[in-house]
């Protein structure tokens, strides 16, 4: 998918935040009134807003990440499962496999009316973005949508997407040969059958390691513990808590210095388990495995795979834990201050009734546009398969 066209398709859903609450509450269906007169000026204000709003909030990349993992990723490991290609997995008996193939199914037949989706949604996207910006200037005056633009240009709002951003990604970052990565590894893992406690010092009958390999073990820990970014995200998530969320919150003072003391524990205790965990492991890693099984989980460690996970991870933590006190404050004052205004221009019954009456029409006529862009064979296909998948007993 381009990098815009998904950007249509969120105009109705996102209007619901960009136009004044008083605007947008629900109301029975009406007749939808005469078009009324817009002012340029205010539609082309509306219009730069909502290209922003669909820029910061990442739409369309994550919804294209998301299509491609469909595609790439997911339904060819759906597939590679049901015929038991999958590395540490029995193929599945009849059963299972018929019921897995109409998920396989439901999945196909999604990624084909998403590209259908597509195509529709990049031809109409400029149509859009001119029917829901002049539906705003119907009803919205230039300072509210200066208002909503300032809230967001708000650090905790942009922060806030980026971290959705990030999140996604831990459901989208991988490719099909990763999958297969973490399949051959968890094969290779599972037939080892490894006796921890029979490797701890002490045991009955434990032998003590060569130094070489206990070397070789504890090079194998470093890296692990590099490759993490443990220490990064344990750093974070207690910044968070004591600089941001205990300040920011609103709890009694009590609950307050309560929470401060729990993140200090917190850290203590993983640095003290950090370090019981290092001091022993390579010993108990050197004695439970052989030297070409250590060389063997060693190079899964430095594998691209196994580095992008604990990468992806790192940065939905940081992008999560990356907002400051200041941000806070200054969003929730903000948020008073729009209340207040929205409160100071709130518009009759009738006004509300009508504006939406309008948009509950301009709703219906995108939704049927673009409904009708999905071919027949295409929406017949996937309203029979999930009729299908309803009636059979679940896969999982």
Excluded at 174 to 184: E, I, N, P
Excluded at 201 to 229: C, E, F, N, W, Y
Aim: overall charge negative; aromatic content about 6%.
């Amino acid at each position: 998918m381009r990098l815009k066209s998904l950007a249509p398709a969120l105009f109705i859903a996102l209007t619901a935040a960009l136009v004044p609450a008083s605007l947008a509450q629900e109301k029975p269906a009406v007749e939808a009134p005469a078009a009324a007169p817009v002012d340029p000026a205010i539609k082309q204000a509306a219009k730069g807003l909502i290209e922003e709003a669909l820029t910061v909030s990442h739409a369309a990349g994550i919804f294209a990440d998301l299509r491609r993992t469909l595609r790439e990723v997911y339904i060819p490991a759906f597939r590679d499962a049901i015929e038991g290609n999958l590395p540490g997995l029995p193929a599945p008996d009849a059963k299972s496999a018929a019921a897995m193939a109409k998920v396989l199914t439901v999945m196909d037949y999604a990624r084909k009316a998403a590209d259908e989706l597509d195509a529709a949604l990049s031809e109409n996207r400029e149509a859009m973005i001119s029917d829901v910006a002049g539906q705003i200037a119907k009803t919205a005056k230039t300072a509210e949508i200066e208002d909503i633009r300032g809230i967001l240009r708000l650090p905790a709002i942009r922060k806030c997407l980026d971290a959705l951003n990030e999140m996604t990604k831990l459901a989208t970052g991988f490719s099909y040969a990763d999958t297969k990565t973490f399949s051959g590894f968890s094969a290779w893992a599972n037939g080892l059958n490894l006796d921890l406690q029979q490797a701890m010092p002490g045991a009955p009958g434990s032998a003590i390691p060569a130094k070489r390999k206990i070397a070789k073990a504890q090079a194998l820990m470093d890296d692990l513990l590099t490759v993490s970014h443990a220490d990064e995200m344990v750093a974070d998530v207690r910044r968070f808590v004591r600089e941001v969320y205990v300040e920011t919150a609103a709890m009694p003072e009590e609950d307050r210095e309560n929470l401060r003391e729990r993140a200090d524990q917190f850290e203590f205790m993983y640095n003290m388990q950090k370090a019981i965990v290092l001091a022993a492991a390579p010993s108990v890693v050197a004695a439970a495995l052989t030297d070409e099984q250590l060389s063997q989980l060693h190079e899964f460690v430095k594998s691209s795979p196994f580095g992008k996970a604990f990468d992806l991870l790192r940065n939905a933590v940081k992008s999560s834990t990356a907002f400051t006190k200041e941000d806070i404050l200054e969003a929730q004052n903000s948020f008073k201050e729009l209340e207040k205004r929205t409160k100071l221009m709130e518009r009759s019954q009738a006004e509300q009734d009508k504006a939406q009456a309008e948009w509950d029409a301009l709703i219906d006529k995108w939704t049927q546009r673009l409904k009708d862009r999905i071919s027949p064979e295409t929406r017949s296909g996937l309203d029979k398969s999930l009729d299908d998948l309803e009636t059979s007993d679940s896969p999982i």
